[in-house]
């Protein structure tokens, strides 16, 4: 499919370059063009107020015809024109529709004129057109030439250019592909364990509740975790289709990133782990807290899925120097190596594959939180160094009409 994108992409790239060059190259011949027929025109023009053939380098030639279409007298330079040829060309002139140039083709050849009444009849300028065939000739010669030469330049071009341009597309049908593949597989794992424990309560139906109590747990947990994973995938394909709309609201975000750490306070220390926030007072955010709620809980799991029994796990709120929010989530526990962090935010990617049943996650919480930092016009970011890894939000300044915004 990609090959067949990539040739047709190469197809239609060299078409419209060979069809841009071919417009070019025939506008500048088109312009040249009429270049050298406006200097015919000006040349006639000036023979025409001053009553003599003044231009040395073009073949013209000056008739005076009488009422009745006959040539009281011509003269001519740097051209070799017979009486017959001349009558010819008077008889085409006539003496009708003066003072406008005419095209003339007399004896083969073509010619411009130019005339004006003069005692009865008309005293009429013709100019040899042999430039302007010259001209169109070459014009012609060299659009085919430059455009045959186009057809060899371009086809490198827009290989070239098809290669660059398709580069990105196919990263992103690779990484739907890995999408697809990762979401099944994770889907597969929690439906086989519902599938067993569902089996195995059946097959002893008259067995008491107490029994079969294991098996609905564990069915119990692999939902939960099941309708986690389906929520952050449609989270993110909406991400993807431009469907999330933030609504917005005056916040105080100090007072409700605390609460949000004292809900969580007693369940991390019953883990096992120490816990500490600091918030600066009465911060003021414009933003959507449903979402912001929704990229703290992330942050704050991954912490306490990675963090050691007897491991430390903070949380700063304040401003940056630009006084933009930022939310520091820290953890001690094992370094995250530098190519972990280069990958840690992508879809379905753990540092440590081996801990995903262990600690339940999935590989999507992190990911969802950077999407809506983004959404908030903000960034998240992973460092590690000395045992403690550390995430930072910052998010971007946003409107405070007060209004909620959709």
């Not at 820290?330 to 081996?354: C, H, M, Q, V, W």
């Not at 995903?356 to 590690?384: D, F, M, P, Q, W």
């Not at 000395?386 to 998010?395: E, K, R």
Request: aromatic letters at 6%; proline letters at 2%.
């Amino acid at each position: 499919m990609q090959r067949k994108l990539r040739l047709r992409f190469i197809l239609i790239s060299w078409a419209l370059l060979l069809l841009l060059l071919a417009a070019l190259c025939s506008g500048i011949s088109l312009y040249l063009y009429q270049a050298e027929i406006g200097e015919t025109e000006r040349a006639l023009q000036k023979a025409i107020e001053s009553q003599t053939l003044t231009d040395e380098t073009r073949g013209m030639a000056a008739l005076e015809i009488d009422e009745n279409g006959k040539i009281r007298k011509y003269e001519q330079s740097h051209l070799g024109l017979t009486g017959e040829t001349m009558e010819a060309m008077a008889k085409e002139i006539g003496i009708r529709d003066v003072q406008k140039i005419k095209e003339l083709e007399v004896c083969g050849r073509r010619y411009r004129s130019l005339a004006i009444p003069r005692r009865g009849g008309v005293y009429a300028v013709v100019a040899e057109c042999t430039q302007e065939e010259s001209m169109a000739k070459r014009l012609r010669r060299n659009t085919i030439l430059f455009t045959l030469l186009g057809m060899v330049l371009l086809t490198p071009v827009s290989i070239l250019l098809a290669m660059w341009v398709s580069k990105p597309i196919k990263t992103a049908f690779d990484k739907q592909n890995d999408f697809v593949s990762d979401a099944t597989h994770e889907l597969k794992t929690p439906l086989t364990v519902i599938a067993a424990n569902t089996e195995a309560v059946l097959s002893n139906p008259d067995a008491p509740i107490e029994t079969q109590e294991k098996f609905l747990d564990s069915i119990k947990d692999e939902t939960q975790r099941m309708s986690g994973l389906v929520g952050d995938l449609l989270f993110l394909a909406k991400i993807d289709a431009g469907e999330i709309h933030l609504d917005r609201e005056d916040l105080n975000i100090s007072d409700l990133i605390e609460g949000l750490c004292m809900e969580r306070e007693t369940d991390i220390f019953e883990a096992g782990r120490d816990f500490d926030y600091d918030m600066t007072p009465d911060m003021k955010y414009n933003g959507d807290w449903k979402r912001i709620r929704q990229m703290i809980e992330a942050l704050l799991d991954n912490a306490q899925m990675y963090t050691p029994v007897g491991g430390k796990i903070r949380v700063v709120a304040n401003h940056d120097r630009k006084q933009q929010l930022r939310i520091v989530i820290s953890n001690s526990g094992e370094p995250i190596s530098e190519e972990d962090l280069t990958k840690i935010f992508d879809r379905f990617y753990r540092a440590d594959p081996s801990r995903a049943r262990e600690t339940g996650g999935y590989g999507l919480g992190l990911c969802v939180a950077k999407s809506i930092a983004e959404l908030h016009n903000g960034t998240i970011t992973a460092e590690s160094a000395n045992g403690i890894n550390v995430f930072t939000v910052i998010l971007g300044n946003c409107e405070t009409d007060g209004q909620a915004k959709k």
